[in-house]
C-alpha cells in the first residue's frame, strides 16, 4: 500500500484485493491509527462445526492491522508478521476486526486487534484478539 | 476434530470445511506428527500486488498446525493461537504448508510450521513459518 | 498459583519467586482482572547499549500476564506462552508492566500487557506490548 | 550489534551485557546461522515451584535468536519481537537456547529457537520453544 489519503481511497485498495473479494470484506472505518474491516458470515467461511473458520479470523486480522499501520505510515507496507489468540467460537451475522496502531516507528508499526462477532442488534462479542508488526518500506 | 485414524479420514474432515473448499485445500499427508496441506495458487487468492495473501497464508498454517495435532491427540481439538512471520512474497503454482507437532501434552499440542511456494518442478521456496498451540478438549 | 485472594497475597507468591527477588519487581495493583508489575531499573538489568535487555522486558510480561489471570481464575496456572513486541528502547527510572485479561475461558485466560518506562514525574514511555495465554490447571 | 566475527567476538558482547553476567549466560556455539547460549540452573532463577522461572527461557530465548541473527547480518541488529510456547517444567543443571536464522532478509532476520534443559549425561528434554524477528539497521 502506498499513502493512503482517506476511507474511499482504502476501500479502492481493498478492492483490488482478489482475495478479499473472495471472503466479501468491506472497509468501514478508516483513519487516525484505526481501521475496522467487516465481513458477513456465510456458510462459505465455516468449519466443521458450523462456526466461522479460524482461517477467515486469522484474514480479518491481518487485513485489519495493515490497513491500520496504513493511515499513519505514507511508505509502501508490508505485514511482516502477527500472532492470533482464538477466544471463543465465531457465529454471528458479521465478523468485525477493529485495528488501532500501538506505536508508529520509522521502520515498523505495531498495531492490536480485536475480533467480534456482531448478531442482529445485540452486543458485540469478542471471539479473537491479535497483535502485529507491519514493516515500512524505505523510500530508495 | 475427534480422533482422526488415517489420512483419509483427515481428508473427510478437511472436505467438511465449507472454508477449506471455498480456497481449494487438500491433505497430501497425515501422520506420526506430521500433516501437509497445499492450495493450487489461483487469481482469487492473491492481494493486490499479485502475490498470496497474507491471509491464505494464515489459513493454511492455523489448518496444517490443527491437523498435524490430530495426528497425535485423540480428543477434540481446538485451535488456540498461532504466530506467523512472513518471510518473502508467496507467488508460484502451490502454496504448501508442513506442519510438525513439537509437543503432546495432555491439555494441549505445540506445533510448527514451514510454508514454501512450489513453482513448476523447482525446490519449494519458503515464504513463511508459523508456531502455534492447539487445545485438547477433555473428555467428560 | 491457587487462589490469589489479594494484593497482599499476590505479593507473598511474587516474593516466593527467587527469580522476582534477584529482579526486584513488586505489584503495585491486582484485581479484577488487572495487575501492575514494577521494576526499579538499575545497571544489572542492562544491556550493551545501557538500555533495559529485552529479557527483563519479557520476565515482567510473562509475570504480569499470569498475575493479571490469577485475579480471576481460581485454580493452578501455568504460563503457556506470549508473544512481545519491542516499540522502542527502554530507559529511565521504573519499568511498569501492566496487564488486564481479555477473556477469561474455563481451561485458558488471555491477556495483554503494556510496558512502560517512568523517569522522574514525566508520562510513562510505552516500550513494548504483550499478548499472552495462561493455562487453568483442572481440579481433579 | 556490530559484525560479529567469530565465536570470542560474540562472547567479549555477550559480556557486555550486565543482564547476561547477572543470570550467568554463556555462548558455546555461533556461526553460520546458529547460537547456542547457555545458563547454570540456581536457585535465583527459579520461581515459586522450584522450576526455572519462565522469565528465564524468555531472556535466553530472546538473546539466543538475536546472537544466530548476528552470525548472519553485519549491520546493527535490533530485536524486533518474539513468541515463545513454554512446553514442560523446565528443571535440571543447565538451560540450553539453540537458536538458527530461518531467514535472513536485507531489513529483518527470523529465526528459531529451541530450549532445553540438561541434566547430568542425559539427554536434553525440549522446555520451549521461540519463533522471532530481529530488524536489522540500515547503514546510513
Do not use: I, P
Given at each position: 500500500m502506498n499513502e493512503i489519503a482517506d476511507l474511499e481511497q482504502a476501500r479502492v485498495i481493498l478492492a483490488a484485493q482478489p482475495f478479499s473479494a473472495l471472503l466479501g470484506a468491506r472497509l468501514t472505518a478508516f483513519g487516525e491509527g484505526e481501521a475496522v474491516l467487516e465481513v458477513d458470515i456465510r456458510?462459505?467461511?465455516?468449519?466443521q462445526y458450523g462456526f466461522v473458520h479460524g482461517g477467515v479470523l486469522g484474514y480479518a486480522a491481518d487485513n485489519a492491522l495493515t490497513f491500520a499501520a496504513g493511515t499513519v505510515a505514507g511508505a509502501g507496507l508490508i505485514t511482516a508478521g502477527f500472532t492470533i489468540d482464538y477466544l471463543r467460537p465465531a457465529r454471528g451475522e458479521v465478523l468485525r476486526a477493529r485495528a488501532r496502531v500501538v506505536r508508529a516507528g520509522r521502520t515498523r508499526v505495531v498495531a492490536r486487534c480485536d475480533l467480534s462477532t456482531v448478531e442482529g442488534g445485540g452486543a458485540p462479542a469478542l471471539c479473537a484478539v491479535a497483535q502485529g508488526t507491519i514493516a515500512v518500506r524505505q523510500a530508495a
Open positions: 456458510e462459505e467461511l465455516l468449519q
